[in-house]
């Protein structure tokens, strides 16, 4: 099946938010909620979508920021459970990172109720299956989402074009990261596109020849 893709990068950290349905004029699964839901909004109304849910790849508030404004009783969000009580505090995650306060709007938790992601479950939402990588190292409940018979990875902020996500914030490890990396991320196919949290898009190929920091795993 051809899926439609899209994405838009939002709020101040040019977070990639994604739009995942089967066709336009129906159903669509979000990836990743930056805390512009207004933003994601319009990219679903470009194409006549209707969001049934979110899945959020780890608790950084530039990725969970804005499933307040998204979910609903009929849009449900997931995210592993590992990183929900990051999640309620945005303000405190930004206060750590920056050193000092940052405009984050009126609300100061994220209180919607997320569904548990459990890892190498599958999850058929809107006819697509999505497989949940959990791929701690970012973030200990970190989640890549993997579209098997499309060949496509949405990776949050575990791999990037030749890079990887930062190990130095809270509740972060390198070693895990890279392990995480080694063990269920690399060995996807080379053809295999992999759409990550920020930045423009890559292959698993091109990053096993050309991404520095993971010579040390080949």
């Known amino acids: 099946m051809a899926l439609l893709i899209e994405s838009v990068p939002l709020w101040h950290f040019e977070t990639n938010a994604y739009v995942i349905a089967p066709d336009r004029g129906g159903p669509a699964v979000v990836v990743d909620a930056p805390p512009d839901p207004e933003g994601v909004g319009d990219l ?10 979110i ?16 979910a609903s009783e009929t849009v449900r969000a997931y995210m592993h459970p590992l990183d929900i009580d990051m999640a309620r505090h945005p303000r405190l ?33 809107a006819e697509i299956d999505f497989g949940v990588l959990h791929t701690p190292g ?26 990887i996500g930062r190990t130095d914030l809270p509740g ?12 269920y991320v690399l060995p996807l196919p080379s053809e295999t596109m992999v759409l990550p949290g920020h930045g423009p898009s890559t292959t698993i190929g091109a990053e096993r020849d050309l991404n520095p920091f993971l010579q040390e795993l080949q």
């Not at 679903?44 to 849910?53: C, M, Q, S, Y």
């Not at 990875?153 to 990037?160: E, I």
């Not at 070693?175 to 063990?183: C, P, Q």
């Open 44 to 53: 679903l109304a470009k194409f006549d979508l209707t969001p049934v849910a």
């Open 55 to 70: 899945l959020v790849t780890h608790g950084h508030v530039d990725h969970v920021g804005g499933v307040d404004g998204i």
């Open 93 to 125: 995650q930004l206060q750590a990172l920056l050193g000092s306060a940052f405009p984050m709007g009126d609300e100061e938790l994220v209180s919607t109720q997320f569904n548990d992601l459990e890892h190498e479950e599958t999850l058929t939402i």
């Open 138 to 163: 970012h973030t200990p409940g970190h989640c890549c989402f993997y579209l098997e018979q499309e060949a496509v990875l949405f990776s949050g902020d575990q791999l990037f074009k030749r890079g």
């Open 172 to 183: 972060g490890s390198y070693d895990d990261l890279m392990r995480s990396m080694a063990d």
